[in-house]
């Protein structure tokens, strides 16, 4: 992983760092020019903390203006605490002046740096101003007083500069420029300009974990990272391949180290003793450094203190942080130990769960032995935490014949699972012989862990093999271990004996068959069990949590998205406070965003990924694509087809590292439906036929958002079987209870054969919760009522939502009816919609007739047109300039569409024709 020295040079070498911070000051440096061509101002403060890029600034204007003479005054720290120390160069060619004075120097001064300049324009350039002595700070003064200089300097606050600069400050003779770090959108600009390829949105959560965020150490990060090739280029986007970190002796961790040295000897000590105690709760914490320190180092902005029961705290910084671990703090490590275990009360295993995970990182980082019993608890607390990296680690080469060997395989195994590794998961689970070890190991706690292998097995069939016959095979199993235990047990004991927090054995075995069930989408059966789970008393804590994730996803594909949205909140404050494996997390997650995606709340969706993303740093590489996934979903299902193909993209190339393959399929799908919906027809087919290459097992709710998109892709390039496909599905589902699958489905189909399928869009969208199934009810009321009124209420819902392609599909049925009934005020309102939703910037419009269910393309509306007018095939292809064969097929298409078989019969559609589009403009499409 780690480069030569000479590569660490080439990274931070002169050339780069001006690309980079030349693109990050291109917005400021027109402010700085302004000053500088205003005769009223002397003079600019650029204010702002540590690391928000104001010294490189400077330099960038010293290098960029060759017509400036520019004068920079920083100098060591020495220099600056010796009176007229930072004028030193120009001090030795003065005569007599050791022991200068302000006023006797400023003359010579003023002479030499005019005669430096020969007629330029003279910038003095002060780097950290407030720490300059009295007697130069008088000299700058003068000299810009004076006229013969500008000033350009840099300070953390206006209050830190010397009152005899900070007059000319409040007068205004100097302004102020506040300087913040880069934010995350500026971030990604600077990435993108730098390097010419765009960023992952889990690849930038990782790099943003740096808090003092200038060009300049951003590049440093982004640099020694992609040498270390945890973040690579991937089909056009740099991804996150491995977690970060930093070389000892590299770029990062000198600039780093720099950081440290500024602080006072004594906060220095402390924050090495946090940092190898990685995330501590308060309790730990202020028993290692003390309570007054703790909050000093909170007060400076270098502590994240969580609002988590124990309080827990870290490092903000976490690449601070890791230069400190990975750097050599032999005597911090002893004494942190030491203090470790006097807060322990002497007995490390006494700990809280939370002091046992630092206890275990720390360990680990220091190389030191852990007994097996240590290891399992560790790598348990660990999965709780969303740490599967943690837990791996731990138990590396865990002994085979140890007792606990089994339990270590299905922890590992579950870890793998939560870094979507399915394959390495189902590696280190298959070869136990689970009827072997439930005959030679006894008594309850063996039989637990024979159930734990038992559901892994099942997960692993489902979501590696889609095996759903395997998985029941291995339900059997575990009912047929559970049944000989209970024949030879004379205990008492119980299959729903437990401790009220975890599975028990008989909710494991339950567990593993809903799983099943809620694979296959069996949601109107699971369901109601679920339900009955998450509200029991007498189930588990975890079992309540598991049940409680899983029908959140039911909730959201059988009509009831504001009940799912509800429940998601539930499962999170509880997951909250009883943090459980990653299944719960992602399966309640997944549910809750496509709640979101599907009842139009879409915009409230993204402001939701966009936190998760911009909070989970190093964990962005284990499940960033998957939310940049959703983010790129939600734009897509508005129609925002431009940011829907960025998005979704990126997240691609992430996904395809992280391996997660079934989100990959989703993904795929959705891109290409946004490239066919933005006319870019062919990219759309190279993705689809991709996509018919990959061969993945997936679960209902990625099987069916697949299959969706697939079919809305092939349907917006003028497929109609496509639409047949969606009706179809869309009736299916329907039958199967799962509403909002069917509603989104036969909405979608645009195209329908009589009355009752109009008829079923409306049903459909009757029993779903939220907007999107008033809007779709709406829609198909107003169409089998002719009543333009709804088809206006409809798009104005849609508005209010920002779905402007659903707005426009509504508002031209409303077109067409009011036309129909010789609404004035109808026909008025909705032009005024198809007006607002084309203000959107749609592409690849259709008209679609509600009186004949028919599409046409822009071209067949023209070549419709022409033939309706009485020219012949032959004249129509001389007239457009396209073959005659291509007429044929236009009108092959168009009389298949529009319900006519012969030209004649277009007599009747004569008004449609003429009044769907202008002339040479695209025929209007409903989305």
Not at 90 to 108: K, T
Not at 573 to 579: C, G, I, M, Y
Request: aromatic share 4%.
């Amino acid at each position: 992983m780690s480069a030569a020295p000479s590569t660490w040079r080439k990274v931070l070498g002169a050339v780069e760092r001006r690309k980079w911070s030349g693109v990050a000051h291109r917005r400021l440096i027109p402010a700085v020019e302004a000053m500088l061509q205003d005769p009223d101002l002397r003079g600019m403060l650029l204010e702002g903390p540590e690391g928000s890029g104001k010294s490189s600034l400077g330099y960038e204007i010293a290098r960029s203006r060759p017509d400036l003479h520019v004068v920079i005054l920083s100098g060591t720290h020495a220099l600056r605490g010796k009176p007229l120390g930072i004028f030193l160069k120009y001090l030795d060619r003065i005569p007599d002046s050791a022991d200068p004075v302000p006023a006797e120097v400023i003359p010579p001064l003023s002479q030499a740096i005019a005669e430096e300049a020969r007629g330029r324009t003279t910038l003095l350039f002060v780097d950290d101003i407030h720490r300059i002595d009295t007697a130069s700070l008088s000299v700058i003064v003068h000299l810009v007083l004076s006229g013969r200089s500008k000033l350009l300097a840099t300070a953390p606050r206006t209050r830190d500069v010397h009152s005899s600069l900070g007059w000319l400050v409040r007068d205004g003779l100097i302004v102020q420029h506040r300087m913040a770090p880069l934010n995350r959108s500026e971030s990604r600009q600077l990435i993108l300009q730098s390097t010419g390829h765009p960023i992952s949105e889990a690849a930038l959560s990782a790099l943003l974990q740096h808090r003092g965020r200038s060009a300049l150490t951003m590049q440093a990060l982004f640099g020694e990272q992609v040498e270390q090739r945890r973040i690579e280029l991937q089909s056009g986007h740099w991804i996150s391949t491995h977690p970060l970190a930093i070389e000892p002796r590299g770029p990062v961790a000198r600039l780093m180290a720099a950081r440290l040295q500024r602080e006072p000897e004594e906060l220095q000590k402390a924050l090495v003793k946090i940092a190898l105690l990685h995330r501590a709760p308060w309790r730990l914490a202020a028993a290692v450094v003390g309570v007054t320190t703790l909050v000093e180092l909170e007060e400076r902005g270098h502590l994240m203190v969580e609002t988590s029961r124990d309080r827990h705290v870290s490092l903000k910084d976490f690449f601070l942080a890791e230069s400190i671990r990975v750097g050599s703090h032999e005597k911090a490590s002893g004494e942190l130990l030491a203090e470790i275990n006097l807060a322990a009360g002497g007995s490390l295993m006494e700990l809280e769960p939370s002091e046992l995970l630092v206890l275990g990182q720390w360990l680990l980082d220091s190389g030191q032995e852990l007994d097996a019993g240590l290891r399992l608890g560790i790598a348990d607390h660990a999965l709780a935490n969303s740490r599967p990296l943690l837990a791996i680690r731990v138990l590396r080469d865990f002994p085979e014949d140890h007792g606990r060997a089994v339990e270590a395989r299905v922890l590992t195994a579950t870890a793998y699972f939560a870094l979507a590794e399915p394959e390495k998961a189902w590696a280190v689970i298959a070869p136990v012989d689970v009827e072997a070890f439930a005959a030679a190991a006894t008594g309850p706690a063996a039989l637990a862990v024979a159930a734990m292998v038992q559901q892994t097995r099942v997960r692993c069939h489902l979501e590696l093999f889609g095996d759903h016959q395997a998985a029941r095979d291995e339900v059997t199993t575990l009912e047929g271990l559970i049944r000989r235990f209970e024949e030879k047990d004379r205990s008492g004991w119980k299959r729903t004996a437990g401790d009220g927090k975890h599975l028990s054995v008989a909710e494991r075995l339950l567990l593993a068959g809903l799983e099943i069930r809620f694979h296959q989408g069996d949601f109107r059966t699971v369901g109601p069990e679920l339900e009955s789970l998450w509200a029991s008393p007498d189930a588990s804590e975890e079992m309540r949590l598991v049940c409680g994730g899983f029908l959140v996803m039911c909730h959201a594909a059988m009509g009831r998205e504001d009940d799912a949205i509800r429940l998601s909140g539930e499962v999170a404050e509880r997951l909250r406070l009883a943090p459980q494996d990653y299944k719960v997390r992602e399966i309640h997650l997944e549910g809750r965003v496509l709640a979101l995606i599907w009842s139009g709340r879409w915009l409230e969706c993204i402001d939701e990924l966009q936190e998760l993303l911009e909070a989970s740093g190093q964990d962005a590489m284990f499940r960033g694509g998957v939310m940049e996934l959703g983010v790129g979903l939600a734009h897509c299902f508005a129609g925002k087809s431009d940011q829907s193909i960025e998005i979704l993209a990126s997240s691609i190339a992430q996904l395809e590292a992280e391996r997660a393959s079934g989100y990959l399929c989703v993904a795929l799908s959705a891109l290409a439906f946004s490239h066919a919906s933005a006319g870019n027809e062919e990219a759309a087919r190279e993705i689809l036929a991709r996509l018919g290459r990959l061969e993945t097992a997936m679960n209902w709710a990625n099987r069916f958002m697949t299959e969706f998109f697939v079919r809305m892709a092939r349907l917006s390039m003028n497929d109609l079987e496509a639409a047949r496909l969606l009706v179809s599905s869309g009736l299916e589902d329907l039958e199967e209870g799962r509403v909002t699958a069917a509603s989104l489905s036969l909405f979608g189909a645009k195209y329908y054969n009589n009355n009752r399928e109009i008829e079923a869009v409306r049903t459909a969208g009757l029993l779903r919760q939220g907007a999107m199934g008033r809007i779709t009810a709406g829609w198909a009321s107003a169409v089998l009522q002719r009543d333009p009124q709804r088809a206006l209420d409809a798009a104005t819902a849609a508005e209010k939502l920002q779905l402007q392609a659903v707005e426009y599909r509504c508002a031209a049925v409303a077109l067409e009816l009011a036309k129909e009934n010789a609404s004035s005020v109808s026909l008025a309102s909705a032009r005024a919609h198809l007006q607002s939703a084309e203000s959107a910037g749609l592409v690849n419009r259709t008209l679609v007739s509600v009186s004949h269910g028919g599409h046409l393309t822009h071209r067949e509306l023209q070549v419709a047109r022409l033939a309706e007018q009485g020219l012949g095939n032959r004249d129509i292809a001389r007239r457009i300039g396209i073959s005659v064969r291509t007429v044929e097929g236009h009108l092959y298409q168009a009389f298949a569409k529009l319900g006519v078989t012969s030209r004649q019969q277009l007599d009747s559609l004569s008004a449609a024709l003429s009044d769907a589009a202008p002339s040479g403009q695209p025929a209007p499409e409903h989305e």
